[in-house]
């Protein structure tokens, strides 16, 4: 069953470790860690991705900061709860972690595979110059009754093919992991800068049911 729902979330992402790690939880005895990993786009710009780490797969007291890393695993969420609301947190949850001297595909820096369902109807809006833009929410099942709850976004002609999508739909994305900074309004007197991540998508099909 696990090796089957690990098939429906795979993410292979390699850049340059940004942070030291900061303790998140524990389970069983076993502490997991974040720490931040700068990804380059083709664009030169780059999405910084929190990684959840292990202590038993990393010296989590040593500084790693400037070093080249691949990271594989999946895109996680959990519900966070601040206040009277909950927050959607991300991060990829790394199952494999591979130092790397020198690195020079940079059309193989960020991918991500997932296999899943809608679980909102999406959110299909045009940009003032004209471009398409859809929002999707997609569960990606988990071992023992969990999923993980993505935001997706895709562009142009997937935009127009995704907004046709039902609640329930069964889909296949492929695409990349990025970061993207956004103002929240806490109320009529203060702003906060804040940090989404979601799937950017390159391909999406209609999977069967």
Same mark, same amino acid.
């Not at 038993?56 to 709860?81: C, K, M, P, W």
């Not at 820096?109 to 959110?123: A, R, S, V, W």
């Not at 900074?181 to 099909?205: G, P, Q, W």
């Given at each position: 069953?696990?090796?089957?729902?690990?098939?429906?979330?795979?993410?292979?992402?390699?850049?340059?470790?940004?942070?030291?790690?900061?303790?998140?939880?524990?389970?069983?005895?076993?502490?997991?860690?974040?720490?931040?990993?700068?990804?380059?786009?083709?664009?030169?710009?780059?999405?910084?991705?929190?990684?959840?780490?292990?202590?038993? #797969?990393?010296?989590?007291?040593?500084?790693?900061?400037?070093?080249?890393?691949?990271? &594989?695993?999946?895109?996680?969420?959990?519900?966070?709860?601040?206040?009277? *609301?909950?927050?959607?947190?991300?991060?990829?949850?790394?199952?494999?972690?591979?130092?790397?001297?020198?690195?020079?595909?940079?059309?193989?820096?960020?991918?991500?595979?997932?296999?899943?369902?809608?679980?909102?109807?999406? &959110?299909?809006?045009?940009?003032?110059?004209?471009?398409?833009?859809?929002? #999707?929410?997609?569960?990606?099942?988990?071992?023992?009754?969990?999923?993980?709850?993505?935001?997706?976004?895709? @562009?142009?002609?997937?935009?127009?093919?995704?907004?046709?999508?039902?609640?329930?739909?069964?889909?296949?994305? @492929?695409?990349?992991?990025?970061?993207?900074?956004?103002?929240? *309004?806490?109320?009529?007197?203060?702003?906060?800068?804040?940090?989404?991540?979601?799937?950017?998508?390159? *391909?999406?099909?209609?999977?069967?049911?």
């Amino acid at each position: 069953m696990s090796e089957k729902v690990l098939e429906n979330n795979r993410v292979s992402v390699i850049g340059t470790i940004v942070s030291g790690f900061t303790f998140s939880h524990a389970v069983f005895g076993e502490g997991f860690y974040l720490v931040d990993l700068s990804v380059n786009r083709l664009s030169e710009q780059a999405d910084v991705i929190p990684l959840m780490v292990s202590e038993r #797969l990393i010296d989590v007291t040593a500084d790693y900061v400037g070093r080249t890393l691949e990271a &594989i695993g999946q895109f996680r969420s959990y519900n966070r709860h601040e206040g009277s *609301k909950n927050r959607l947190v991300l991060s990829v949850f790394v199952r494999e972690i591979n130092f790397m001297e020198e690195f020079t595909d940079y059309t193989k820096t960020n991918q991500i595979f997932l296999d899943g369902y809608i679980c909102k109807e999406p &959110i299909y809006r045009k940009t003032p110059l004209g471009r398409e833009i859809a929002d #999707l929410l997609v569960a990606v099942n988990r071992p023992y009754g969990k999923s993980d709850y993505i935001p997706c976004i895709a @562009w142009g002609r997937n935009a127009r093919y995704a907004s046709g999508f039902a609640v329930g739909t069964r889909l296949l994305i @492929w695409g990349r992991v990025q970061s993207r900074e956004y103002t929240k *309004k806490l109320n009529d007197a203060e702003c906060e800068k804040r940090v989404a991540y979601e799937v950017s998508v390159s *391909k999406l099909e209609c999977a069967e049911q």
